[in-house]
């Protein structure tokens, strides 16, 4: 199994800064892709960041320019820098990694941490 630990979440006025943190532990092979994912109260969960083994990233249309994903491979940890924070920001943030624990291609997971939550408010 694959274990997810996410931090860095909080409370911060529009306009400030956070950055989340989630580390990945287990039974891991190769990790594929890692990303960030948010779930506002009465909404679905939607896709924020995610980067891949070649560095490729990928982030949803309102945070470009705000967001900034980063991972570090030989942690497996992966990283989400948010600035210039709005109240629609507000939400629960996952933790998403996808990859292998063995060589076998039977063996890919996909495995979420608990969230943790960012509230953007005065």
């Known amino acids: 199994q694959v274990q997810l630990v996410e931090s860095g979440g909080g409370l911060v006025q529009p306009g400030g800064s956070l950055m989340l943190s989630c580390a990945a532990s287990?039974?891991?092979?190769?990790?594929?892709?890692m990303g960030w994912y948010r779930q506002a109260p009465g909404k679905e969960r939607e896709l924020v960041a995610t980067?891949?083994?070649?560095?490729?990233?990928n982030y949803a249309d309102s945070v470009k320019g705000r967001f900034a994903i980063n991972r570090d491979n030989n942690q497996n940890t992966v990283y989400l820098q948010m600035n210039s924070l709005k109240p629609e920001d507000t939400a629960l943030y996952y933790c998403n990694a996808e990859g292998y624990s063995s060589w076998r291609s039977s063996s890919r997971f996909s495995s979420w941490g608990q969230g943790t939550q960012v509230t953007v408010s005065s």
């Open positions: 980067t891949n083994n070649g560095g490729a990233t």
């Open positions: 287990g039974s891991i092979y190769t990790i594929v892709q």
